[in-house]
């Protein structure tokens, strides 16, 4: 079959690999639908994190069962499924306590699953998922085509958005600042509405980017950051800061700024993977902010978000500016990375 | 009246300074009954903290108010008063907020108030408070001496256990581990076990320490820390990690060890002023473990834990396990910095 390998800095390709294949019977193996390139799948791209060797990528895929192994009692031949953006069994004490991307027998995609297996990246014409029960989360019926793109969206971007929203505690009546405009950030803006936020900031300096979150319930947009973005989020907000902020980025500026635009006892959902350096405790303690949040266990958030998908009442799915052909993938990096799409979308 | 300065380091001094009077009509004047010295006070005393000029100090302590200021209502002369560890209107946007350490017309003891007065330190015979209505909390009746210490608690070190408790969202069930075994770290136990945690970890290497905090509710004690210290709770936790991790001392060692003791999902409630370098973020992220805490915000812990007080069901007044008159207030200081002495109580 088809599948996307990282070579190195912006070097993608889309190569002949071996066929997945069964190997423990809880596995299942299942043909893409749709699939997508993730902001940090640009880490690598950028050389910003190193390839030391040639290996599979992609970790969001939404797709049809087309074999399951013995064990696999939930999932059926046939079924539309959302994969989360890593493969937990669902069953062991930290997926209990909700936080199923710390799964004891967990996997993630483009790696060997530990028991012989390989769970292949999300980024090609079939995965083998090896726990199909703990990871896979079936839809009640074959959705409509139109649907796919905020199906897609519970794989990562939209269970992410949620999971700084829910980590910083956005609640009914909240105001929320989300800093980062990509995928994630705007996501992050459309879970703060759903929970009721009264007032969400969003900071962007790019119109496209503003526009989808004014659609997603974004109340005011602010066009600067660091020091400048703090002092207009602080004027907008009576000098006090935001009962929540949503960090979306992951740099230590945005981290700081996430910190300085929280009021005295708000709190900082944070869920962009850390690629800056340490932080001070101070001004977090001086002023009681706490920061809560961390790889998002989307697999959890799939049930809850699933049916205002099916609905339509939710649609994330707008997100995806730019859809491409699997063959394209290289493209498709490239776009993201010239920032010429938001996020975009690949069908096999 | 006399009150204590301190010089520098290991030079606090009882002596000489012009008796409190009011200013601006929503102060009072209260007879300090008991005050006593805080781990925090160390620093200072221990030369981490430069002490540019001598200064006043102490900012724990319980009173008979002997004057107020024209405006004041809900605080009457001859009331036996709690103070929290700084004074605050009450009446706030951060305030009401629950951050009262955040007021916004807030001044700590033993500094200019920024109306044209002077807030004493609290080791000393008198305090002028200068929000009286929003700082001070009257008993329902003079209380007997023997409640004398726990009622001080109230002031700093009970609301602050209680503090990292709430912060690190301890509730019926959780298991909590404790860093530290100051006076915070022991009301940090009995806090714990007042919110029904049903497993309490206690790191001392003390058996004074250990002692009390048994008393107070600990579970298990572990005399070990940094690596080792997490090794053996990791072990007594099923290698998973606590709920909820109460750090009481505030360098990056201890600040780790939380960290690192808290299960996937877990949260770490911080009181410990912190005197380390920054932190590093990935631990925090990869596991999701949270973070939240800072200046416990106590005076709005008064009035939760005052009746349990009053009724002796609450008794942190063990802390204290050395009294000393005023006078000897270099002695006290001495006694804790030396670990002869948990914490050290003062009559004037």
């Known amino acids: 079959m088809l599948a996307t390998v990282i070579y190195g800095e912006r070097d993608v390709r889309l190569e002949e690999v071996p066929d997945p294949v069964l190997s423990t019977g ?22 910003v994190a190193p390839t030391n060797e040639p290996h599979r990528i992609g970790h969001e895929f939404v797709g049809i069962v087309e074999q399951i192994g013995a064990e696999v009692s939930t999932i059926k031949v046939g079924d539309f499924v959302i994969a989360p953006f890593y493969d937990c069994d669902n069953t062991c004490v930290n997926c209990r306590n909700g936080v199923s991307t710390s799964c004891l027998n967990g996997v993630w995609w483009g790696s060997d699953d530990r028991m ?9 014409e079939r995965v083998r998922v090896p726990h199909a029960d703990g990871s896979l989360v079936a839809t009640p019926e074959q959705p409509d085509d139109a649907l796919v793109p905020s199906l897609l969206t519970l794989a990562d971007v939209m269970g992410t958005g949620h999971h700084a929203a829910v980590s910083a505690s956005v609640t009914q009546g909240s105001t929320v600042v989300v800093v980062g405009d990509g995928a994630v950030g705007l996501c992050a803006v459309l879970a703060s509405k759903r929970l009721g936020a009264s007032r969400i900031i969003a900071m962007s300096r790019h119109a496209d980017r503003q526009a989808v979150a004014r659609e997603f319930g974004a109340t005011d947009i602010v066009d600067l950051r660091g020091d400048e973005g703090v002092a207009r989020v602080q004027e ?31 709190m900082v959902g944070y869920v962009g993977v850390p690629t800056g ?39 994330p799915g ?13 493209e498709a990096y490239a776009a993201m990375d ?3 799409a938001i996020k975009v979308l690949l069908r096999p």
Not at 34 to 45: I, K, Q, T
Not at 116 to 124: H, L, R, W
Not at 279 to 304: C, H, K, M, Q, T
């Open 26 to 47: 809880g596995d299942a193996i299942v043909r893409v639908v749709a699939a997508c390139v993730c902001g940090s799948d640009l880490w690598p791209y950028r050389g």
């Open 277 to 315: 350096g340490p932080i001070e405790i101070r001004p977090l303690f001086g002023r009681n902010v706490g920061l809560n949040g961390g790889v998002a266990s989307v697999r959890g958030y799939v049930d809850e978000l699933l049916p205002e998908v099916l609905s339509g009442a939710l649609n």
């Open 338 to 340: 010239e920032r010429r």
């Open 116 to 124: 012989g297996g390989f769970a292949d990246g999300a980024q090609g």
């Open 318 to 330: 707008r997100v995806f500016d730019l859809e491409l052909p699997l063959a394209e993938v290289a």
């Open 236 to 266: 907008l907000l009576d000098g006090i800061g935001a009962d929540c902020v949503l960090e979306c980025v992951g740099t230590k500026e945005s981290m700081e700024q996430a910190i300085a635009s929280a009021r005295p006892g708000g």
